[in-house]
């Protein structure tokens, strides 16, 4: 058997037809394997819970997860990836642009072996000239920083292997990045490229306040080379404005300023306090962000909570 996670956010405009002349269909082709599917309904707050209730009371094998708030995508994937019980799980939006006809290929592929087949997108088919460039340098950044597992145009469309959910399930930091945390598991993974569709309705959720976020926190939370590469940063401004500073005391004080290039003691204080105060502030802001994930850890709170009210065949009652 396998299982299909769904995260929802307020899809009611288009999530009968994803279900009805996309997915589904998809899923009833596949004969060999039963399969159930899990949907999460995020904290909607359009009538999406209500529409996806009315299916699990047609069909048995459709269990609803309705968190009792919005927690984000992330939080959402993990309860679905907690509640499945299929020996594969395959996770899937609801808005259209990922493409339920590629699942035989996910599970041929897993057949043959690999433990993760992860769909990667042509990702700047479809994007304006700001959205190209932010991908771009976020996936150099990512690579820079250390990180040699995530494929560019890698998406959460993807199948895991029962054993590589267990160990994600395993993980338990509050800031996480499901499809960073699944390639640092580094269990086989395979790929399988596909064109990003068109959403069927509605606007996507996932705005670039929330995009930005999803980035800070796939820096601070999968690498340390922040850290090491402010203080890389703070020796050379440290070696440089100490050259500088035995210049200009040569220069001006012991050579009597041959080369005409008076800095009086105000301007030389100015521009070495604001320039080291800058580094200061960026240094406190780097270091602020990982103070902030160790506050959320050490604050232990439950990382979903279930509406068990309008919850539907949960496995755990």
Known sequence: MFSVVVPIHNESEGIKNFLDKELFPELEKIKKYRHEVIFVDDGSTDNSLEIIQEYAKKQKNIRIIALSRNFGKEPALS?????????????????????????????KKWEDGADIVTGVRDHYTKHGLIQKMGSKLFYWLLRKMGNKYTVPGSTDFRLMDRAVVDEFN?????????????DWL?????Y????????????PSYGMKKLFKLAIDSFVSMSTTPLVVLGYLGLIITFLSGILGLFV????????????????????????????IGIV??????????????????????????????????KNG
Do not use: C
């Open 281 to 314: 502030l960026i240094s406190q802001a780097i270091t602020a962000l990982y103070i902030s994930h160790i506050h959320a850890e050490t604050q232990s709170r439950p990382l979903y909570i279930i509406n068990k009210k309008e919850s539907r065949n949960l």
């Open 79 to 107: 309860a679905g990836l907690a509640e499945a019980s299929g020996d594969a799980v395959i996770t899937i939006d609801a808005d259209g642009q990922q493409p339920p006809k590629l699942i035989p290929e996910f599970i």
């Open 186 to 190: 580094g269990f086989k993974q395979e």
């Open 192 to 203: 399988i490229k596909y064109t990003y569709g068109a959403r069927l309705a509605g606007k």
């Open 249 to 276: 005391i040569i220069q001006q004080y012991v050579l009597g300023d041959p080369l005409g290039l008076y800095w009086n003691g105000a301007v030389q204080m100015a521009i070495f306090i604001t320039f080291l």
């Open 170 to 182: 395993r993980l338990s930091e509050h800031n996480r990045i499901t499809r960073g945390l699944i």
